[in-house]
Every structure is written in structure tokens, then in C-alpha cells.
């Protein structure tokens, strides 16, 4: 199995979560191989009862080898595709912060980079809950709920002692678009399946999620063009209707471009900067973007494995970063920094 992997093209192709992937499609798309159907009791994104995984006729392991083994769709994919997601998980963090700058500098002209299938844009569609625990081992308890038009109800865990903004609607953004390098065309039913097979299946909540938030995108196609992040960043900027802020977005995207690239990304910001207003909103994980300064957590607390929610204004040429908060890489919790 690990060969067939090996026989992928590109270095970037050749991980597990790729045949994980692969295998996943099939079961989505109730394949009428018998070793597909077997193995599909295993996986509660197509049961509501998936079987338990043990020893013996528990082991999901005999199904799975088969299916790879045997199934050419297995290695067509892992030869032809790449692991490909939208979290629409992280709306829930970065939503309170583009309704600020709503609330306080008027409509917003959102520009995604990486945008992926483009769900993200669609943040006034989905409705947000936002819980605390009164202490860590009690249960949560609905802390504030912003209904949206539609879609998912995403859930987010406030951590620690400060509380974000949160609106009491989310905010509509009155112009968008995204660029991403593989845009997901949510009209092609195999394409948007490829989004939830790149999902853990034994995470039914977040599929759910998932599932909910393709079909309201598959109903209103947010523009998102092909294109790399950094040649296009500057003109998607500049070409957002006059009157609106320009708010550029990226989650969990920088990571994926070289150390160069970033820097070179940094700078055409900085310049665009110079001679126009606008912000951008980064949920990423500090380690994986060097080359980018990352203001430190507000407590003087080293950066662990946690998302980092950076908010940086260019306002008259002049450029201000902050550290609004931390957050679970998917925008399951959110500990705020800022006051
Ligand atoms: C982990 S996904 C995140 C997608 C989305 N931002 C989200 O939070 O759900 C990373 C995305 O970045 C895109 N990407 C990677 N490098 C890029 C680049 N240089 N220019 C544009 N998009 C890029 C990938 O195609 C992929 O859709």
C-alpha cells in the first residue's frame, strides 16, 4: 500500500491522509465493490451506527487492504489528486472580527487567498454558538448564539478570561472573491464529494457540518479564481468596489507557501499599504509561516501547536499587526487576547 503511494508524482501527494482520502471517496460514493461495502460499517460518515474497531471480525483492516489493493479508483486517485478541505469550523473565529470592522468602518469587500471551494466567504450564512465551561471538567453552558441565513450551526468553545466581540447578527459583506491555486467547483458532484473524503469519518459533526455548508455553497457559488495567492493578492485588492474596506483573509494557507514567497507576499502588502487602506485577517499556525512577524501572545506565552488569529490594519500608510487571539486550528475554541 505504502508503494502506491510512493508511485504518486509529487512529494507533497505521497501521505497517508491521501490514501486515507482515497479510500473515504469510495465508501461516500457507495461503490459497489464488496469490499467497499463491507468496510463502509466502519464509517460513520455513511452510518449512524458504525461498527466498533477491535480484534477479529471487529478489524476494519482485511476490508480497507482489499479495497486499496483491488480497487483501481484507489490508486487513480492517490496518482491524480491532493488532499483538499474548507473548514467552514473557522468562520467562527475570524466572523466576530470582520463584524467589528463592519460595526466600525462600514461594508466590507472580503478577499480570500486559498480559498479553497470559497465556503469561508459565505460567513453570513452560517449560524454561530459560542458555549463556555465554568470549569474544565464541567459540561458546556451557550455563552451567545448569531443566527445566519442559513447552513451549519458552528460551535465554538470561548477559552479563557476574555470574550470576543460577538455580533448579533453576522456581518454581509457587500463584495467577495477568493483565489486559490485548485479551486473546488462545488457544481461537480465528484469534487465536492473529494471535500468530505478528505475529512476524518469518524468525526460525524464536523462531516455533518461539512455537508451542510457544500450544499448552501453549491446553491450560491462564491466566485473563487484560479490563480496563486501572492500574483493575485494585489489586484483582487485593488479591483474591490470604491466606498468598501478591503479585507484580505487568509486561514491556514501561508503555510503552504515557500519561506520566499511569504515574504515576498509581505511585501506586496506592505506596499499596497502605502497607498491604499485595507486589513487582513490571518488564522495560522506561527511555527509554519516563518518569515512573517507574528505578534506575540499579549501574555508573553511561547507559541504552541495553537492557531494564532493576527489582525493587521494599513491606515494611512501606516501599518499596525495585533494578536487578537488563539484558536483551535479548525475554530473549535477561541481564547481572545484583545480587549
Ligand atoms: C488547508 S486549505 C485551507 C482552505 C481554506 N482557507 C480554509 O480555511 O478552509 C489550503 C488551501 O490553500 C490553497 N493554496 C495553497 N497554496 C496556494 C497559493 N500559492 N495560492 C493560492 N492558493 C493556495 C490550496 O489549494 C488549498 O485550497
Known amino acids: 500500500m505504502a508503494g502506491l503511494l510512493n508511485r504518486s508524482p509529487h512529494p507533497s501527494q505521497r501521505i497517508p491522509n491521501l490514501l486515507l482520502a482515497a479510500v473515504h471517496d469510495l465508501v461516500l460514493a ?3 465493490h464488496p469490499a467497499v461495502g463491507e468496510l463502509s460499517r466502519w464509517y460513520g ?6 461498527n466498533a474497531v477491535g480484534p477479529g471480525l471487529d478489524d476494519p483492516w482485511p476490508h480497507f487492504r482489499r479495497v486499496v489493493l483491488e480497487h483501481p479508483g484507489v490508486a487513480d486517485r492517490t496518482a491524480t489528486r491532493s488532499t483538499q478541505t474548507n473548514e467552514v469550523g473557522r468562520c467562527a473565529t475570524v466572523m466576530p472580527v470582520l463584524a467589528t470592522m463592519e460595526a466600525t468602518e462600514g461594508s466590507l469587500a472580503l478577499v480570500e487567498i486559498g480559498a479553497s471551494a470559497g465556503l469561508n466567504l459565505l460567513v453570513d450564512r452560517w449560524s454561530y454558538r459560542y ?3 465554568p470549569d474544565v471538567s464541567a459540561a458546556e453552558v451557550e455563552m451567545a448564539r448569531v443566527t445566519g441565513e442559513g447552513g451549519p450551526v458552528l460551535t465554538c468553545e470561548l477559552r479563557g478570561q476574555g470574550t ?3 455580533p448579533e447578527r453576522p ?3 457587500a463584495h467577495r472573491v477568493g483565489v486559490d491555486l485548485n479551486p473546488v467547483e462545488l457544481g461537480d458532484p465528484a469534487q465536492a464529494r473529494w471535500l468530505l473524503a478528505c475529512q476524518w469519518p469518524d468525526e460525524p459533526e464536523r462531516i455533518e457540518r461539512a455537508r451542510l455548508a457544500i450544499a448552501e455553497g453549491s446553491r450560491l457559488r462564491p466566485r473563487v479564481e ?3 495567492a501572492v500574483d493575485r493578492v494585489t489586484d483582487l485588492v485593488r479591483a474591490a468596489p470604491a466606498g468598501l474596506l478591503p479585507v484580505v483573509v487568509s486561514t491556514w494557507v501561508l503555510s503552504y507557501l515557500s519561506e520566499p514567497r511569504r515574504r515576498e507576499l509581505s511585501d506586496r502588502l506592505d506596499h499596497l499599504g502605502s497607498v491604499r487602506d485595507f ?9 509554519l509561516i516563518t518569515g512573517l512577524e507574528v505578534p506575540p501572545r499579549p501574555d508573553g506565552r511561547p507559541d504552541g501547536a495553537a492557531t494564532a488569529l493576527v489582525r493587521i490594519d494599513w491606515r494611512g500608510g501606516e501599518r499596525r499587526a495585533r494578536r487578537l487571539a488563539d484558536q483551535h486550528p479548525h475554530g473549535a475554541w477561541l481564547e481572545w487576547f484583545a480587549t
Do not use: F, K, N, Y
Open 279 to 287: 486589513t487582513m485577517v490571518l488564522a495560522e499556525q506561527p511555527e
Open 164 to 166: 470576543p466581540p460577538i
Open 30 to 32: 457507495a461503490d459497489p
Open 45 to 50: 460518515s455513511v452510518t449512524d451506527r458504525p
Open 171 to 173: 456581518p454581509i459583506p
Open 131 to 133: 458555549t463556555r465551561r
Open 226 to 228: 484560479p490563480g496563486d
